[in-house]
C-alpha cells in the first residue's frame, strides 16, 4: 500500500488525521466491543453456568464457547462484505457498527436473568451475530483511514482496551454489581454507549490510500467514509476475488499465525476460574481471578502501548509477534510445570507482556498484508473469523476429557502458541 504523502519539513511524516483524540475515540468504540466478547468467557458465563447447571459446567461452557466461535466464524466474513459494498449518507462502517452493538446489547442484557441454558445459548446467537458486525466494520477502520506509518499506534488503541474491558468489567461484575441480572445488563448499557462518540462524531481523516476523485459537493466534515468511495470501495456489481494461498501466500500465514497464538490463549485462560478452583483449592477463586487479572492488565497496557510504538519506530512486526508469543507460551508452560499460586501469579506477568505485545502489532502486521484495498472488511473478516475457530475449546475439552487435567491443558496451549510464533516467520512482505 503507498504511504500518504504530504508536504512539510523534511523528516516529519503527517499522521493523516490519526491523532491522540482520534485514537481515544477508535479505542472506546474497542471498549465497548471487548466487553460484550471478553467477560462471557473469561468469567461472567462461567459463573451463570455455574450456578444454572452446576453439574455439567464444563460441558455446558465448552458447548457455548463452541456455538458462539462456530456463529463468528460464519458471520464476520458475511458481514465484512457487505460492509464493503455498503454506500450510505453516514458511512458504511459506521453503519454497520451502530447496528452491530445495538444487536448485540439488547439480548446481551438479557441473558443473566435466564434459568435455562439452552435460552441463554440462543440469546448468545444473537449477541454474535451483533459482534460479528461490529468486529467487521471497526477492524477494517485502520485500513482505510490509517497510513502505514501509524497503524502499530491504531492497533494498540484496537488491543490495549481488550485488557482494560476486562478488567473494569471484572471489577463491575464482582465488587459493585454482583447480581446475574444486573451485572449482564449493566455491561450491555455500557458496551452499547462506549463507540456513540467515536461514531457519531464528524472527521476530517483522511483515507490511508490516495482517494478516488472526490466529489466537488461533499461537505469536507462529512463522515470520512462517506466522500465520494475514498477507500476504493468495489463498484456495484464488480467481484473482488478471495486472496489466494499461491498468489498471497503472506496473507495465510498472518492468518495461521494469529489463529495458532489465540487458541492457545484461549485454551488456557477461558478455564482459569475452574482451574483456581478445582487444581489450586483457592478459598476464594473470584476473588483470586481478579487478582490475576489486574497483574495481567498492568503488564499488558505497559508492552501494548510499547509495542505498537515500537512496530511503528522499528517496522519489525515479525520479531515482535514472534516473542509476544513466546512469552504466553512461557506462562502456559510454567502452570503445567508448577500449578500453584506463585506460579499463576508469574504466569499473570508473562501473558499480559506476551499478549499486550502481540495485540498492538498483530492488527498492524494484518493490515499490512491485505491484497485488495476493495474488499478489506470482507478479507479482515475472514482473518477475524478463523481465530474464531473453536479450536481452543475443542481442544480443551478433549484434554479435559479424555486426555489429563489442567496440566495438560496448559502444556499443550504452550506448543499451540509456540507454533503461532514461529508461523509468522513465513511472511516476506512485512519485517
Known amino acids: 500500500m503507498d504511504e500518504v504523502k504530504v508536504a512539510g519539513p523534511p523528516g ?13 475515540g477508535y479505542g472506546a468504540a474497542w471498549f465497548g466491543y471487548w466487553l460484550v466478547i471478553l467477560l462471557p468467557p473469561q468469567f461472567m458465563t462461567p459463573h451463570l453456568i455455574g450456578h444454572i447447571a452446576p453439574d455439567d459446567k464444563v ?3 465448552s458447548y457455548l464457547m463452541v456455538q458462539n466461535s462456530l456463529v463468528v466464524v460464519v458471520c464476520v466474513p458475511v458481514a465484512g462484505m457487505l460492509c464493503d459494498r455498503s454506500r450510505t449518507r453516514f458511512g458504511r462502517r459506521r453503519v454497520w457498527a451502530l447496528g452491530g452493538f445495538l444487536l448485540a446489547a439488547v439480548p446481551y442484557a438479557m441473558i443473566g436473568a435466564q434459568t435455562s441454558w439452552p435460552v441463554v445459548a440462543g440469546l448468545m446467537v444473537v449477541v454474535s451475530v451483533g459482534a460479528s458486525a461490529v468486529l467487521a466494520s471497526l477492524s477494517a477502520v485502520i485500513a482505510d483511514r490509517v497510513p502505514p506509518h501509524r497503524r502499530g499506534a491504531a492497533s ?44 457519531l462524531a464528524r472527521t476530517r481523516s483522511r483515507p490511508a490510500e490516495r482517494p478516488m476523485a472526490p466529489s466537488t459537493d461533499a461537505p469536507m466534515d462529512m463522515p470520512a467514509d462517506v466522500v465520494a468511495d475514498p477507500v476504493g470501495a468495489p463498484r456495484p456489481g464488480e467481484r473482488v476475488p478471495f486472496p489466494r494461498p499461491r498468489k498471497d501466500p503472506d496473507y495465510y500465514w498472518a492468518l495461521t499465525s494469529r489463529v495458532l497464538i489465540n487458541a492457545g490463549n484461549l485454551a488456557g485462560t477461558t478455564y482459569l476460574l475452574y482451574f483456581l478452583t478445582d487444581v489450586l483449592h483457592r478459598p476464594d477463586p473470584e476473588t483470586s481471578l481478579l487478582i490475576l487479572t489486574l497483574i495481567y492488565l498492568v503488564c499488558c497496557a505497559t508492552t501494548g ?4 510504538k515500537a512496530s511503528d519506530l522499528l517496522g519489525r512486526r515479525r520479531d ?10 512461557g506462562a502456559a508452560a510454567l502452570l503445567a510445570i508448577a500449578p500453584a499460586w506463585p506460579a499463576a501469579m508469574a504466569g499473570a506477568v508473562l501473558l499480559g507482556a506476551g499478549y499486550g505485545a502481540f495485540l498492538s502489532v498483530d492488527q498492524a502486521l494484518v493490515t499490512d498484508v491485505l491484497p485488495d484495498q476493495r474488499s478489506r472488511a470482507r478479507d479482515l473478516g475472514v482473518i477475524n473469523a478463523a481465530q474464531n475457530v473453536p479450536l481452543a475449546f475443542g481442544v480443551a475439552w478433549l484434554v479435559l476429557t479424555f486426555v489429563g487435567g489442567y496440566r495438560v491443558l496448559y ?20 519485517r
Open 156 to 199: 494498540a488503541a484496537m488491543g490495549v482496551p481488550q485488557v482494560i474491558a476486562l478488567v473494569v468489567g471484572m471489577i463491575l461484575v464482582t465488587m459493585v454489581v454482583t447480581s446475574i441480572p444486573w451485572s449482564w445488563a449493566l455491561i450491555a448499557v455500557l458496551a452499547a454507549a462506549s463507540p456513540l462518540p467515536f461514531f
Open 59 to 61: 460441558g455446558v461452557l
Open 320 to 329: 515482535l509477534i514472534a516473542v509476544a508469543g513466546a512469552l504466553q507460551a
Open 12 to 24: 516529519i511524516r503527517d499522521d493523516g488525521g490519526v491523532g491522540r483524540n482520534w485514537l481515544l
Open 305 to 308: 502501548w510499547l509495542g505498537g
Open 411 to 430: 502444556a499443550t496451549a504452550a506448543v499451540i502458541m509456540l507454533l503461532g510464533s514461529v508461523s509468522v516467520y513465513r511472511i516476506r512482505s512485512v
